[in-house]
């Protein structure tokens, strides 16, 4: 088993900057990598970015590239979303997810994810 959890969500203004954090705890060796995704009110949860733990080698949507810039460190067993430009539209419960299968490459499917956090939310006012 492997515990996620996400802190620092909160209300910012478009065009500002928040920084998520995710602590991993328990079987974290089984982890091949991290992802996040979020989730909008009456919206499907959906795939935000991903960073192997080994290589660092990070992946995001369209949406968000060039914005959000995932990390990690591995000695904490921890793992960032930087996010901004914040735009309204991101607006969303925010989640970290651990893939312990191998999600590869299929790893924008929230399924494909074994572990999850309890979610931090994020507003973006306009």
């Known amino acids: 088993q492997v515990q996620l959890v996400e802190s620092g969500g909160g209300l910012v203004q478009a065009g500002g900057s928040l920084r998520l954090a995710c602590v991993a705890s328990?079987?974290?060796?089984?982890?091949?990598?991290m992802g996040w995704f979020r989730q909008a009110p009456g919206k499907e949860r959906e795939f935000v970015a991903r960073?192997?733990?080994?290589?660092?080698?990070?992946y995001y949507a369209d949406s968000v590239k060039g914005r959000f810039i995932a990390s990690r460190d591995n000695a904490k067993n921890m793992v960032y979303l930087q996010m901004n430009s914040l735009k309204p539209e991101d607006t969303a419960v925010y989640y970290c997810?651990?893939?312990?299968?191998?999600?590869?490459?299929?790893?924008?499917?929230?399924?494909?994810?074994?572990?999850w956090g309890q979610g931090t939310q994020v507003t973006v006012s306009s």
């Open positions: 328990g079987r974290t060796l089984n982890v091949h990598a």
């Open positions: 960073i192997t733990w080994s290589g660092g080698t990070t």
């Open positions: 997810a651990a893939d312990a299968r191998g999600a590869w490459p299929l790893f924008r499917l929230a399924q494909k994810y074994d572990y």
